[in-house]
Nanobody, 112 residues
Framework: QVQVVESGGGLVQPGGSLRLSCAVS????????IFWYHQAPGRQREMVAS???????DYGDSVKGRFTASRDNSHNTGYLQMDSLKPDDTGVYYC??????WGQGTQVTVSS
C-alpha cells in the first residue's frame, strides 16, 4: 500500500530550526503535489506549504519567509525546512499527497 511517513520533528527553542521529511512509498511521487499541514493543539489542520512536481512552492501567511518546501524526486522524499521557529509553530506536521492516506505526522514543539 502506498503511504507517507513523516519524520524530523522534535523539541527546539524559539528561533531554532528543524527539517521535516516526507517519504512516499510507491512510484507516483514525481508527478504529484505535496502539501504540508500543521495541526496545533486543539485546532484543525491548516495547510502551511505546498510544492508542485515542477518545484513551484506556495506558503501560508504565517510561515512565509521562514519555511521552505523542497523535494527530491529521485528519492521520493519531500522536505520542509523550518527556520525562525516560534511557539505558535508547535503541533503535529503532516505531509499530504493526493490519493494517499494521511500519515502519522511528526510532532514539533517550540519551547524554551
Amino acid at each position: 500500500q502506498v503511504q507517507v511517513v513523516e519524520s524530523g520533528g522534535g523539541l527546539v527553542q524559539p528561533g531554532g530550526s528543524l527539517r521535516l521529511s516526507c517519504a512516499v512509498s510507491g512510484n507516483i511521487f514525481s508527478g504529484v503535489v505535496i502539501f504540508w499541514y500543521h495541526q496545533a493543539p486543539g485546532r484543525q489542520r491548516e495547510m502551511v506549504a505546498s510544492i508542485t512536481s515542477g518545484g513551484t512552492t506556495d506558503y501560508g501567511d504565517s510561515v512565509k519567509g521562514r519555511f521552505t518546501a523542497s523535494r527530491d524526486n529521485s528519492h521520493n522524499t519531500g522536505y520542509l525546512q523550518m527556520d525562525s521557529l516560534k511557539p505558535d509553530d508547535t503541533g503535529v506536521y503532516y505531509c499530504k499527497v493526493p490519493s494517499i492516506p494521511w500519515g502519522q505526522g511528526t510532532q514539533v514543539t517550540v519551547s524554551s
